[in-house]
């Protein structure tokens, strides 16, 4: 992985741990998600005009990855109702590399040295090490442990599926930017079927954060979707999972959250993964 691509991961990595903390605006955890994809989906709606229209190849992957990330937030709002999100995140974050990596030798032919497994296996074991020590119990329970992993499913799945569909479409500006407008719409029916038309009223007090982590989750996204067309899947996968060191600055600096001691431990065994992986 060249130098920039790696830089700008990192730099997406952060944009995702801020777009992550609007999720305690006050809303549940699924329609914040929501809200949130919205948002990209009207900023992604308003830019169409600066693209080009994706290839007949990569609306399939468009479609799918839309379809995908339905699953993802009902699965991810699930493991939310079973535990600490301090332990939800970490897990169904952490593990959906390990499926990338997997799945983009078999299905995408990408190769990985054995340094740059080794990065990854150790970046995704910090990950486990702050989500086992993330939560106020102390131990996982089962419907998490079943739900989070379900996420993960989803993540490695709309990753793989993104990676095709930009690869195929040789434009990854325009294939995230339509990506984002067509989840925005998808959304948008999924949460007026489940909760009804009155929803978007209840949404409407908080469309400031939602048009700004709109912006700062396609920027993020669209920056891996990049970077895929660059790089190794499984290399931009879990670098951007590292966005879990700065979800704990963020909450650390802006919502005077503790840091302690092992998951301190957890964040230095990451950035060793990430050091491993830039050295391979």
């Known amino acids: ?88 995140y970490p897990i169904s974050r952490g593990s959906s590399p390990l499926i990338v990596a997997l799945l983009s030798v078999l299905l995408l032919h990408d190769s990985l040295s054995a340094g740059q497994l080794a990065g990854l296996l150790i970046l995704v074991a910090g990950i486990w090490l702050m989500a086992l020590r993330g939560g106020h119990s102390g131990r996982l329970e089962n419907a998490l442990l079943f739900n ?47 909760r009804g038309p009155r929803v978007f009223r209840q ?25 895929m067309t660059q790089a190794p899947v499984a290399l931009v996968s879990a670098l951007r999972e590292s966005s879990v060191v700065f979800a704990l600055l963020v909450g650390w600096l802006f919502l005077k959250e503790s840091l302690p001691v092992m998951r301190l431990l957890a964040c230095a065994v990451i950035v060793l993964g990430v050091v491993l992986m830039k050295l391979a």
């Open 148 to 194: 989070a992993l379900m996420t993960a499913l989803f993540i490695a799945g709309y990753t793989l599926a993104d990676a095709a569909g930009a690869r195929a479409n040789r434009d990854a500006l325009s294939y995230s930017l339509w990506l984002f407008a067509v989840n925005g719409v998808v959304m948008a029916c999924v949460i007026a079927f489940q």
């Open 1 to 88: 992985m060249d130098t920039p691509v790696f830089l700008a991961v990192m730099a997406a990595a952060a944009l995702h741990a801020g777009w992550n903390a609007l999720l305690k605006i006050g809303l549940d955890r699924f329609l914040t998600a929501s809200l949130i994809q919205i948002g990209a989906g009207l900023l992604a709606l308003a830019a169409l005009p600066l693209v080009a229209m994706p290839s007949a190849a990569a609306w399939p992957w468009i479609v799918l990855s839309a379809l995908l990330h339905i699953g993802y937030n009902s699965f991810l709002a699930r493991a939310y109702q079973h535990g600490d999100l301090g332990q939800a």
């Open 203 to 227: 949404l409407g007090a908080y469309w400031r954060s939602g048009l700004a982590g709109g912006l700062m989750s396609m920027a993020a996204y669209s920056i891996v979707i990049w970077a």
